[in-house]
């Protein structure tokens, strides 16, 4: 068990959610799941899955809480083609894209759908090149790699 992992309280469903994540994340393992059903609510569902090796306990206890923006996860994608499956797949069936690369799945959970290129490109040092870049970007919802390596390749 790894010392900190993220805890995601969702409303209800969570098998489909589980089933939801796993159809997302072709890596993805469910490492445990259980009920709490002596609990004023009624029957909680707990279960840890992992993804990309790192440990997620969800839990379904009703409406109490909803995820915001203030928390996302970020992945890292080589290529277009993983930018467009990621995008699409959590976007999917009631999801929602929003602007710089950021979505929320059927679930209201925030992923940021980030290029790899981008972070040598930012880290590049030369101003004029990070901010054509940024100015691409800020005009983007899905991030499109070839737009931003051209901004940042241009004399």
Do not use: H
């Amino acid at each position: 068990m790894k010392k900190i992992t993220p805890f995601l309280w969702f409303d209800k469903n969570l098998k489909e959610i589980i089933n939801f994540y796993v159809s997302v994340f072709p890596d993805a393992k469910v490492r445990g799941n259980g009920n709490l059903s002596d609990t004023p609510s009624g029957e909680v569902e707990m279960a840890t899955i992992e993804i990309f090796g790192q440990e997620l306990s969800l839990m379904t206890a009703g409406p109490m809480f909803k995820f915001n923006e203030a928390i996302s996860f970020v992945i890292t994608c080589e290529d277009q083609t993983e930018i467009d499956y990621y995008w699409n797949a959590l976007t999917s069936n009631g999801g929602q894209e929003s602007q710089c690369g950021w979505c929320k799945d059927k679930y209201g959970l925030s992923w940021q759908i980030v290029p790899s290129a981008m972070s040598t490109m930012m880290a590049s040092g030369n101003k004029e090149k990070i901010g054509r870049v940024t100015q691409a970007f800020l005009k983007m919802k899905k991030f499109d790699i070839q737009t931003l390596q051209n901004e940042f390749d241009k004399d």
